[in-house]
């Protein structure tokens, strides 16, 4: 009944408290820019709103009711990786670890090489009749929709672009010695498993490798979230959105709620494993203390969009290879406890 009543009370906050700071990111953008930037709520939350209420329009997919389905299984992982990080969750079947978080994280990037290889895209889809109009594809010419180019980077990024971000995840529970988020939490703050409130007594966030992890981490997590300079998999220029350019109405809120949702879950995973602060709806203290803190990484973030342009593999492939390398030695340096 706990573990009930607790991923529900987390799903009540994390869902709209996720919708507002989108607004926050594009404010903190615009002052950047010298702009006025729209209303806080606007971005994330009316937004939803804006689309729900939109008359459905039926995508046009290889297999219609899986591509429909993947934006509401991406909102189920999303909320399981928050789960998995609170305390009342510490005790599932060895859940609430390393590999439970990994696994997770690369199944919601899986679900972008599925929407890529399910949408077509209206801007190519077939002619009823063959085209002979001159300029246009002649018949037997293969024909290529657009979101199979999304679908490839998609693959690609899971292999190379996200590398940093997992090697950054294990940098705490090397300093831990061990795979569960509980005694991650207990090396740096043991005052957690007491009835009173306590603050971390030993951040990893302020040891040597757990600074160059953060580093790493950040990258990695404007990665996950496809954000400038690395939002390749929908660059307007060729694949205009990538495979989420055919969701629309209730399944574009669905994709924002995905979307927002992960840009705030996986800032409070830092929390947790970076400073000791869990997300823990039993304890408001450190649920607040975790709320607030995790607006550090989106405040980040919208900081960097501001300045970024976007980078092609080219670039990419470097960048991923060289924090990954740094991830390392932050590792290297946990596991031998310089």
Do not use: C
């Amino acid at each position: 009944m706990e573990l009930l009543i607790t991923s529900l009370i987390a799903a009540i906050i994390s869902i709209p408290y996720s919708l507002i700071i989108p607004g926050i990111e594009r404010k903190i953008q615009a002052r950047i820019q010298q702009r006025i930037g729209p209303p806080i709520l606007t971005p994330g939350f009316w937004a939803v709103l804006k689309f729900y209420y939109k008359k459905d329009v039926e995508p046009i997919a290889f297999l219609s009711r899986f591509y429909k389905s993947l934006i509401w299984l991406g909102i189920f992982i999303v909320l399981f990786l928050l789960f998995f990080s609170m305390p009342s969750w510490w005790n599932i079947l060895g859940w609430a670890s390393i590999l439970g978080l990994v696994g997770l994280l690369k199944l919601e990037e899986s679900l972008y090489v599925f929407m890529g290889a399910q949408s077509q895209s209206f801007l190519s889809t077939t002619m009823p009749v063959p085209d002979l109009a001159k300029g246009a594809k002649g018949i037997g010419i293969h024909r290529e929709f657009l979101e199979q180019h999304s679908a490839e980077r998609a693959i690609k990024m899971m292999a190379v672009g996200s590398l940093p971000l997992y090697i950054a995840l294990l940098v705490p529970f090397a300093i831990a010695k061990s795979a569960m988020i509980s005694e991650v939490v207990r090396v740096q703050n043991p005052g957690f498993f007491s009835l009173a409130f306590s603050l971390p007594s030993n951040p990893i966030l302020f040891t040597v490798p757990g600074f160059l992890a953060t580093i790493v981490y950040f990258i990695g997590y404007v990665i996950l979230l496809n954000e400038k300079p690395f939002s390749i998999l929908k660059a307007k220029i060729d694949v205009i959105e990538g495979g989420v350019l055919e969701y629309a109405a209730k399944l574009r809120a669905g994709y924002y709620i995905m979307r927002n949702l992960l840009l705030f879950v996986l800032s409070s995973i830092f929390v947790t494993l970076f400073l000791g602060i869990p997300f823990d709806p039993l304890k408001p203290f450190y649920l607040i203390f975790n709320i607030i803190l995790s607006l550090i990484m989106p405040i980040a973030l919208s900081i960097l969009v501001a300045f970024s342009p976007i980078l092609t593999f080219r670039q990419i492939y470097p960048s991923a290879v060289g924090l990954s390398v740094l991830g390392a030695l932050a590792l290297i340096i946990s596991i031998l406890g310089v």
